[in-house]
């Protein structure tokens, strides 16, 4: 199976926790797949509908990237282990838009933009071009004749979970 979300240095892995997902939640969670928690009273994990573009700073909260996938159903709570993230992490994704990203030039002009990830009908992750004030993952250098059609981005210190 492949990860839509990885990291481009494996060695910063540091061990993963389970986590409830609610019964009926809208999808479900895969492995390699950021997952979003509310602030708060919140006692489960989740990601957004389809066709949603997160994290916005200040309204959505990585929890982190998930490393198995969940096993909610309609009727019953599930779990899915989830990894928890630093600002210092770098995590390479696909490109929502591959043209965008396709020269050594495109992607330098890129570097350092504040981003979002865009979640397809399908349930697929990729990563946006449009850079906000708000946006809440940046985007780092990358040798792309390295890592042909992925992007590296990191998360904001102010859109995670445990540091917000």
Partial sequence: MSREITLLD?????????????????????AGQLVLKALGNASVVAWDASNTAKPVVGTDYIAGLATSDSTETAAAVGTVDIMFITPDMVFLANPDTAATWDTQAEYDALVGDRVLLSTSAARVQTILAADGATYGLVIQPLDIKKHPGKVAFSVRSDAMYLHA
């Avoid at 892995?13 to 969670?29: D, E, L, N, P, Q």
Wanted: charged share 20%; no cysteine; aromatic share 4%.
């Fill in 10 to 30: 494996p060695i910063s892995y540091k061990g993963s926790r389970k986590h409830a997902v609610a019964a009926g939640a809208a999808a479900t969670i895969k």
